[in-house]
Nanobody, 125 residues
Framework: QVQLVESGGGSVQAGGSLRLSCALS????????LGWFRQAPGKEREGVAT????????YYANSVKGRFTISLDNAKNTAYLQMTSLKPEDTAIYYC??????????????????WGQGTQVTVSS
């Protein structure tokens, strides 16, 4: 059973940067894959980025491509989401999540079975 705990959220002005962290336990890079999602008030949860267990493949939502980077430090059992050039529309609760195998739809909520509690990111204009 994979367990995930996010941290690193906060408030930042538009154009700024934040790095979210996700502490992992029970994660196996040969069996699992990792994702970051976000949910804004009144909106559905959406996929932001997904990384294969060993880091060979990554997928990004079009809205964050070129601005966000997902990574995994196996030695620290920690995943990261580096966010740059932040915009007010990036404001949301951000969640990290994990699944097993490889997802048919890498950014789909249904492909992930383990979730963290979320961390708030607020971007002001």
């Amino acid at each position: 059973q994979v367990q995930l705990v996010e941290s690193g959220g906060g408030s930042v002005q538009a154009g700024g940067s934040l790095r979210l962290s996700c502490a992992l336990s029970g994660y196996n890079k040969f069996r699992n894959y990792l994702g970051w999602f976000r949910q804004a008030p009144g909106k559905e949860r959406e996929g932001v980025a997904t990384l294969s267990g060993a880091g060979a493949k990554s997928y990004y939502a079009n809205s964050v491509k070129g601005r966000f980077t997902i990574s995994l430090d196996n030695a620290k059992n920690t995943a990261y989401l580096q966010m740059t050039s932040l915009k007010p529309e990036d404001t949301a609760i951000y969640y990290c999540a994990a699944g097993s195998g490889w997802p048919g739809s890498p950014l789909a909520v249904r492909e992930f079975s383990a979730w963290g509690q979320g961390t708030q990111v607020t971007v002001s204009s």
